[in-house]
Nanobody
């Protein structure tokens, strides 16, 4: 079993920055990759960024956040961060951390709200 908990959401003005943190616990050795997803109001959940657990960590970003958001791992492999810069009102969403534990199984956090005011 893997559990993930997000933190770091909040309210920020357009152009500002926020850093989200995600801590995984439990059978963390089974984690293949970790990612951040978001669900804007009235819309479907979408992938924001992901990073693999092996090696130096292969990253992937949604086109809408490239150049503004950075995903990274902590020294302790159970931590993942999302640095969000140049935030836009359209980045407003509930942000979820996920852990890919293989066989199409994912552990999800409870989500953290990010609000960007114009």
């Amino acid at each position: 079993q893997v559990q993930v908990v997000e933190s770091g959401g909040g309210l920020v003005q357009a152009g500002g920055s926020l850093r989200l943190s995600c801590a995984a616990s439990g059978s963390i050795f089974s984690i293949i990759a970790m990612g951040w997803y978001r669900q804007p109001p009235g819309k479907q959940r979408e992938l924001v960024a992901s990073i693999t657990s092996g090696g130096s960590g292969s990253v992937n970003y949604a086109d809408s956040v490239k150049g503004r958001f950075t995903i990274s791992r902590g020294n302790a492999k159970n931590m993942v961060y999302l640095q969000m810069n140049s935030l836009k009102p359209e980045d407003t969403a509930v942000y979820y951390c996920s852990a890919d534990i293989g066989w199409s199984r994912y552990a999800w956090g409870q989500g953290t709200q990010v609000n960007v005011s114009s």
